[in-house]
């Protein structure tokens, strides 16, 4: 079975742009979870879709949003982007959301 | 709110010595358990999990992790480490009742060869 990929790897933003991120879940899942990955914060979690279903939201601003396609894969878009959103943004997919969690490699975003 | 606590930010060990790394969670109602490494250069990937039955859980790579439910503790302990250990090692909660994970800010475990 293929992983969990994420695109694209890396991107440059400027302050005050938008950015989508994009993520397939392993076939068959039907539950993906975004997280922010920072040095200082460890893992922040960002919202979870189970088909096409936003059920759980971190405390993060509304600024960042998500959505969940019909075939289970998932875009994270974060708009007006500010210097603090530079982070490793992580996919993860599971069959329930209950379950463990299987990783995609990360989007690392750098805003200047 | 569930939150989770690992008590150690940065372990440095020789090689043979043994391991344990402390994880608290607060959350009253049922919850799964998980432990999560992130070796360098590649993804988080499952430790070893806890959902219910034998409080005494092992995943690979020879760990082991003991789940205390009056202590909310869920701490992952190795008898011998190799300098291949070195990683970043996250605990997670998962609330049953609505899905929802939270980690742990993760604890970097340096092996010294």
Same mark, same amino acid.
Request: charged residues 15%; contains cysteine.
């Given at each position: ?14 302050? @005050? ?10 076939? @068959? ?5 975004? &997280? ?18 936003? $059920? ?5 601003? @509304? $600024?960042?949003?998500? $959505?969940?396609?019909?075939?289970? $894969? ?14 490793? &943004? ?15 490699? @990360? ?6 | ?13 020789? %090689?043979?010595?043994? +391991? %344990? ?25 499952? +430790? ?7 409080? +005494? ?6 760990? *082991?992790? %003991? ?18 250990? /070195?990683? *970043?090692?996250?605990?997670?909660? /998962?609330? /049953? ?10 604890? /970097? ?5």
């Amino acid at each position: 079975k293929a992983g969990v990929t994420q695109t694209p790897r890396y991107l440059i933003k400027t302050r @005050g742009q938008q950015v989508t991120l994009s993520c397939s879940p392993i076939s @068959g899942h039907r539950s993906v979870s975004w &997280y922010q990955q920072t040095p200082g914060q460890g893992l922040q979690f960002l919202f979870e879709y189970f088909s096409e279903t936003q $059920r759980n939201k971190g405390n993060f601003p @509304g $600024r960042f949003s998500g $959505r969940q396609f019909s075939n289970s $894969r998932s875009e994270m878009n974060v708009s007006t982007l500010e210097l603090g959103d530079s982070a490793l &943004y992580l996919c993860a997919s599971s069959q329930k959301d209950t379950n463990e969690q299987f990783f995609g490699p @990360g989007t690392r975003l750098t805003v200047l | 709110a569930q939150s989770v606590s690992q008590h150690n930010h940065h372990v440095i060990l020789s %090689e043979a010595a043994s +391991l %344990e790394l402390g994880c608290n969670y607060s959350y009253g109602g049922t919850v799964n358990l998980f432990w999560y490494v992130q070796y360098p250069g590649q993804h988080l990937q499952l +430790l070893l999990k806890y959902f219910s039955g034998d409080p +005494l859980v092992k995943g690979i790579k020879g760990f *082991e992790a %003991e789940f205390i439910k009056s202590k909310f503790s869920f701490n992952l302990r190795k008898p011998s480490v190799q300098w291949s250990d /070195t990683a *970043e090692y996250f605990c997670a909660v /998962t609330n /049953t009742n609505a899905g929802k994970s939270t980690f742990g800010d993760g604890t /970097t475990l340096t092996v010294k060869p």
